[in-house]
């Protein structure tokens, strides 16, 4: 994506935003190409209002409430997000780049829902696009949730999201469901940051799609019975802390299963594999 030289600074960009978020102006009124480009520019911005609110906010009003932009724009702000953006600063742990790699990731998944609607991006770019969002993923070490004064950064939440829009896509291989439910599993074995906005319950969406949609349960049934086993081996690896930490995560998201599952006929043998698996760790 060529960025436009007169791009918008931010204060400028928050001020058209947040006229045509409350009805002053319309989309059609504004240069659309400088508009996105600046979005774009902008996406991670400590201006947790301008980034979440109205930047992300104005995203999801244009694809997936009233489907405003091109087909073609939206598979060039997909290499855009996929090429640039979600992996920009990931080397250097916690930084606020963080912000540019999780807004990012949300709209990535409004892309990819607006394809799963009208179907215009390629298998291709669908099997590419889950190469790279998993890599993110497992690359990821910033999973902060809620950073003070700069808001929102919860990057497992955002790409959990974007996963979910992922597998439920008719052009993505089922066969690459084992290792995208591998990939979330991992996502939880994480020993520096205790997980306490919501990361277990939205890592769980994507597997209960994936689930609706042809994963064998025996998939996951193996994962958990794996679960104890990795907590032994990490008890030997980690001072106290960091150990306490990875069987919070672990068990909130077990938890998290177990309750989800309880009670459905349809899940009887998982519930039941859910249930050995909390009563070891």
Same mark, same amino acid.
């Given at each position: ?18 006229? !045509? ?20 520019? /902008? ?11 109205? *930047? ?6 244009? *694809? %997936? ?5 091109? /087909? ?21 742990? #916690? ?17 990819? @829902? ?11 770019? !669908?099997? #590419?696009?889950?190469? %790279? +969002?998993?890599? @993110? ?18 990057? +497992? =939440?955002?790409? =959990?999201? =974007? !996963? ?23 996502? !939880? ?12 319950? %939205? ?17 996951? *049934? ?17 001072? +106290?802390?960091?150990? %306490? ?28 594999? *859910? ?7």
């Amino acid at each position: 994506m060529i960025l436009d030289k007169n791009l918008l600074k931010e204060n400028e960009l928050k001020e058209i935003l947040a006229n !045509i978020s409350s009805g002053n102006k319309t989309w059609q009124q504004e240069d659309q190409t400088q508009l996105v480009q600046s979005m774009m520019l /902008h996406i991670g911005s400590l201006d947790s209002e301008l980034r979440d609110n109205l *930047i992300y906010g104005s995203f999801y009003e244009l *694809i %997936r409430e009233k489907n405003l932009l091109e /087909h073609s724009l939206l598979t060039e702000l997909l290499e855009e997000c996929l090429n640039n953006l979600l992996c920009k600063g990931i080397e250097e742990g #916690e930084s606020d780049l963080v912000f540019t790699r999780t807004f990012t990731s949300l709209l990535i998944a409004l892309i990819l @829902y607006r394809d799963n609607e009208d179907n215009f991006l390629s298998e291709h770019k !669908i099997n #590419e696009c889950k190469d %790279r +969002v998993l890599a @993110y993923l497992s690359a990821e070490t910033d999973v902060r949730g809620y950073v003070p004064v700069k808001g929102w950064a919860h990057s +497992v =939440a955002h790409m =959990a999201d =974007a !996963i979910d829009e992922l597998v439920k896509n008719s052009k993505l291989n089922k066969a690459s469901y084992i290792e995208v439910v591998g990939t979330l599993f991992n996502a !939880i074995l994480q020993e520096d940051y205790a997980f306490i906005h919501n990361e277990d319950e %939205r890592i769980l969406v994507p597997i209960f799609t994936m689930l609706e949609h042809g994963l064998e349960e025996q998939e996951i *049934i193996k994962l958990l019975q794996e679960l104890p086993a990795t907590l032994k081996v990490k008890k030997e690896q980690l001072d +106290v802390p960091h150990h %306490r930490i990875l069987v919070f995560n672990c068990k909130s998201f077990v938890k998290s299963f177990y309750i989800k599952t309880n009670g459905k006929p349809k899940f009887a043998t998982l519930y039941k594999s *859910i249930e050995a698996c909390l009563d070891e760790l």
